[in-house]
């Protein structure tokens, strides 16, 4: 069975950083594509980054970009997303996925649709 599980959210003030987590299990990582989403409250779900297989190429939404920095590590299967100068409107669950065929690149404009593999969240929550 798949399991997802996200980690290292927390509360922090604007301009702050964490460093979020996802353990992957159940499945080969390594040829998977992975996505971090996040879902503020009242919100659609929306993408925040994708990560090919390989870690060599990866895709920022724009609201996030030169911010955040996604990469993973294919020997201990997780997944990571920085966080650095956090905004209050970068409150939210943060989720990360699968890609759920291996065929599924890691490109500017993913469908989501594709990432509906997804683990139970970590809430990031910025205020001062």
């Known amino acids: 069975e798949e399991h997802l599980v996200e980690s290292g959210g927390g509360s922090v003030q604007p301009g702050g950083s964490l460093r979020l987590s996802c353990e992957a299990s159940g499945f080969t990582f390594r040829t998977h594509t992975m996505m971090w989403l996040r879902q503020a409250p009242g919100k659609e779900i929306e993408w925040v980054s994708v990560i090919n297989d390989g870690g060599g190429t990866t895709y920022y939404a724009d609201s996030v970009k030169g911010r955040f920095t996604i990469s993973r590590d294919n020997a201990k299967n997780t997944l990571y997303l920085q966080l650095n100068n956090l905004k209050t409107e970068d409150t939210a669950m943060y989720f990360c996925?699968?890609?759920?065929?291996?065929?599924?690149?890691?490109?500017?404009?993913?469908?989501?649709?594709?990432?509906?593999?997804r683990g139970q969240g970590t809430q990031v929550t910025v205020s001062s």
């Open positions: 996925a699968k890609a759920r065929r291996t065929t599924v690149p890691a490109i500017g404009a993913p469908d989501l649709d594709d990432f509906r593999s």
